[in-house]
């Protein structure tokens, strides 16, 4: 019976082949594209989930709030939060602080290597997370001071030891920067996984912070100075929420209020496998996505395949009259509805297999340039990654896919099936009213889709290209950004050494200037949160964020100073103690309450428990993305060792010029490693997650809106069959092919103006939702909304037209004789 099935099923496939061909290409393209944003999805929730303490690790974060606003939102905390949280509160039975060292040089045996990736973290840290030692013991092998532990990679990069071998990296030292004291390998561990929001090539023991000569007394357990990252690892079962509602009582205990640290902190705990889609942090250590792009492109996924399954049922539904006698023959003879439903089905199966072999043939062909749109090597074996809910989403959508095919072949199945045959044989079948008010509303549903998907592809554009174009307050076009000399120590010499090092720059061609800063444009800056004026109430302390930047740095940014002056060379001093000039921006006054910059200049301020007299307002520019405002701002007039070198060069032969910039680099701070990146790039990176969604959403949109052509196209091929007696009439009566064509397109024309009343005021709220993610973003323009509707007009027209003009301008006779 099956195999009757499927010889009736293959033999209208190909009696029907334009119709057929629709079906099948649309689904292959909705599959297609569907498969290779299912891979981006699952590839993004499997982060952090190869832990197998997943469900119990939690990160803590804490909102800072100063005079009643929030002043800091950030995973950065301090350094006895931990601690205090597992002695206090049973439901937390372990705890792990992490210092992220950032990119380090290792030095071993007169061999340098830049950009190691480092952090440190405590002894527990191995136990609580799954990052497998390959040799070394994960209970001790961060327990003494100047241990270290190392990935298989970075083993086989410093002493060329294979994965068979890693355990003959044990014992061995290496220098860390520019500490003198080799780290001893005590451990080697397998390559952190690509989903793993924490990225680390080495772990050095946290005990090594606050050990030794150079201890750093504050990383031990304090509550005053906030710069560590806290995992805590709760009691299995426990319910973090209500562990989360008592720490309203431990702030109390620590902080006293405001007393302890000059505001009032709040502290939460963050799932750990919420940390990387789900941070709007500042101080963000991990590796983070965006879930707007994630659930984004899932979303827009769902709706290309829905529209190709309703491509499917429009189809089917519309050539109901075609199969009709067929169906009352089957009847006649003795078939059952059962069977007639079974044969339907079938038929949806075979046309859903092929189009499924044909999609997975696409996506395997797709696949290189998907991959270098998301910026990851994915493939089908992703489909097959763990993630939320351990596999849920992968069966979720194959029980999705396969309800999709069995519902998309059932509608109609159900509809052949049902058609009376005496009816059906004496000539008086037809439609009914409401298979053509299904089809008209699921042509409603698929172009009010396509009007929202571009709506939101032109909201998105043009919110990306407003951030790229968007004055910034300063200038950071071909700026060479040269890693600092970290290797070199600090002494009263450093100042001077590094104003003739800038010297020297300025004298090889193509360069214009050079100026050094603690931190360069694009990336996070400290805060100081005790500053205050002292003509003032001396009790009202405000938060500021700061900089230090070396002679030269404002004209070489042409950031305008607006009051007072730039600095001069006499306000640097190599004792950081004799500073006391310093720069605001307008932003900084403002909250300082000065009326205006002119009236800024020459007043104290206290930072901390020294004063500091303001030299100059600057204008406000943009130290980090469109999507955060600019935040009150001191500079202060200070060089560093970790200080990044900003370089202007105006030059064509760009190789020469850093080749001289290396030179000179290495003549004064030598034996340091010699890196470097261009500014706006790396500033750029900070839209990385919107210029990915705004890609992936108009490429994804497109699909979709080619598969409800797809559909369209197969309505107006059947239409234009059924009237094919009526345009013959029409034309013997003098009808034009104007007329025709009108005829023809009226009413999908009308069907899609609908569409286009009914999207709007979704595709409106959705946009708007999505631009509260930016402190500066665009209006959504009416006019967005005209060009959306008139788009999709004028794409169903171009659609339909083909072969509405087809039949306008064939012969009448031809199509009198049909009949």
């Known amino acids: 019976m099956f ?45 952090d989930r190869f832990n197998t303490n997943i469900g119990d690790l939690y990160r803590v974060y804490n909102d800072r709030y100063q005079n009643g606003k929030l002043i800091q939102h950030g995973t950065i905390t301090y350094s006895g939060i931990g601690q205090a949280m597992q002695n206090d509160y049973p439901e937390v039975i372990a705890h792990a602080r992490v210092e992220p060292f950032g990119n380090e040089i290792v030095t071993f045996e007169k061999r340098q290597f830049g950009d190691q990736l480092m952090i440190a973290a405590d002894n527990s840290f191995l136990s609580m997370f799954s990052f497998p030692m390959l ?107 209500a562990l989360q509602a008592k720490f309203g009582a431990f702030s109390d205990r620590y902080f006293q209020g405001n007393k302890v640290s000059g505001s009032v902190e709040k502290f939460y705990l963050q799932p750990l496998a919420r940390t990387h889609l789900y941070s709007d942090f500042e101080y963000e250590i991990g590796k983070t996505g965006s879930a707007t792009v994630v659930w984004g492109l899932l979303i827009i996924a769902l709706f290309i395949i829905v529209i190709a399954w309703v491509n499917y049922i429009n189809l089917s539904t519309a050539r109901s009259t075609e199969r009709a006698r067929e ?32 999609g997975l043939a696409l996506m395997f062909i797709l696949q290189p340039a998907f991959n270098t749109l998301i910026g990851h090597k994915l493939s089908f074996s992703y489909l097959l990654q763990r993630s939320i809910g351990g596999y849920s989403v992968t069966v979720g959508i194959l029980v999705l896919v396969l309800a999709g095919v069995f519902v998309s072949g059932f509608y109609p199945a159900f509809v052949l099936s049902s058609f009376r045959p005496i009816l059906v044989l004496k000539g008086k079948f037809s439609s009914s009213k409401g298979g053509i008010l299904l089809r008209k509303g699921l042509v409603i549903g698929q172009f009010a889709i396509t009007v929202i998907l571009i709506v939101g592809s032109l909201v998105v554009y043009r919110q990306i290209r407003f951030m790229n174009r968007q004055e910034l307050g300063m200038n950071i076009d071909q700026m060479l950004m040269v890693k600092p000399p970290t290797l070199t120590q600090w002494d009263s010499t450093f100042i001077s050494r590094t104003n ?121 520019y943009h130290q980090k993305s469109l999507r955060y405002p600019v935040e009150p701002t001191l500079l202060l007039p200070a060089y560093g060792t970790y200080s990044t070198i900003s370089v202007k060069v105006n030059t064509t032969d760009m190789p020469s010029t850093i080749k001289a910039i290396k030179k000179t680099y290495d003549t004064f701070f030598a034996g340091n490693y010699f890196d470097y990146y261009f500014l706006d790039a790396h500033y750029n990176e900070q839209y990385a997650n919107d210029q990915l969604f705004g890609k992936a959403f108009s490429i994804f949109a497109g699909f979709a809106i080619f598969i409800a052509c797809l559909g369209l196209l197969g309505l107006s091929l059947f239409a234009t069959a059924q009237r094919t007696k009526e345009i013959g009439v029409r034309k013997v009566l003098g009808a034009s092919v104007g007329n025709i064509v009108l005829l023809l397109s009226r ?72 009949e």
């Open 3 to 47: 195999k009757s099935y499927l010889t009736t099923a293959w033999r209208n496939i190909r009696k029907n082949k334009v119709f057929s061909f629709i079906n099948v290409i649309g689904l292959s393209i909705g599959m297609a594209a569907c498969l290779l944003i299912l891979q981006y999805v699952n590839f993004e929730l499997s982060y």
């Open 135 to 241: 040799a070394g013991d994960n209970r001790t092998a961060l327990a003494d001071p100047h241990t270290i532990v190392i990935s298989a990679s970075a083993a086989n990069r410093y002493f060329g030891v294979k994965d068979n071998d890693v355990a003959s990296a044990l014992g061995k030292a290496i220098i860390v920067g520019n500490d003198s004291t080799p780290y001893k390998i005590t451990g080697v561990f397998r390559d952190v996984p690509e989903n793993s929001h924490l990225e680390f090539e080495l772990i050095a023991s946290y005990i090594t912070l606050y050990s030794g000569k150079k201890a750093w007394k504050e990383s031990d357990y304090d509550f005053k100075d906030s710069d560590f990252w806290h995992y805590v690892q709760l009691k299995h079962g426990t319910d973090y929420k």
């Open 327 to 358: 169906v009352g023959v089957r009847k006649v003879i003795g078939a059952e509805r059962g069977q007639l439903i079974r044969q339907f089905l079938t038929e949806s199966f075979l046309i859903n297999l092929f189009a499924l072999v044909l």
């Open 500 to 620: 003739s090092m800038i010297h020297e720059l300025k004298q090889i061609p193509g360069v214009v200037g050079a100026a050094t800063s603690w931190q360069p444009m694009g990336g996070e800056t400290g805060r100081d949160f005790d500053i205050r004026r002292v003509d003032q109430d001396n009790t009202v302390h405000y938060t500021m964020r700061q900089n230090g930047i070396s002679f030269g740095f404002l004209p070489l940014y042409k950031i305008k100073v607006l009051a007072g002056r730039d600095y001069t060379y006499t306000d640097f001093n190599p004792d950081f103690g004799k500073l006391h000039n310093i720069i605001l921006n307008e932003s900084a006054i403002k909250l300082l309450g000065f009326t205006s910059p002119q009236e800024a200049i020459g007043k104290a301020i206290m930072r901390g428990n020294r004063q500091w007299d303001v030299v100059g307002v600057i204008n406000d």
């Open 747 to 818: 009413d999908f024309i009308i069907l899609v103006m609908v569409a286009f009343v009914i999207a709007s005021p979704l595709a409106w709220m959705i946009m708007h939702r999505w631009l509260q993610d930016f402190a500066y973003r665009i209006d959504i323009e009416w006019w967005v909304f005209g060009f959306a509707g008139l788009l999709a007009v004028t794409i169903a027209l171009a659609t339909i037209s083909f072969q509405a003009i087809r039949a306008a301008m064939a012969s009448p006779v031809k199509a009198l004789r049909s």
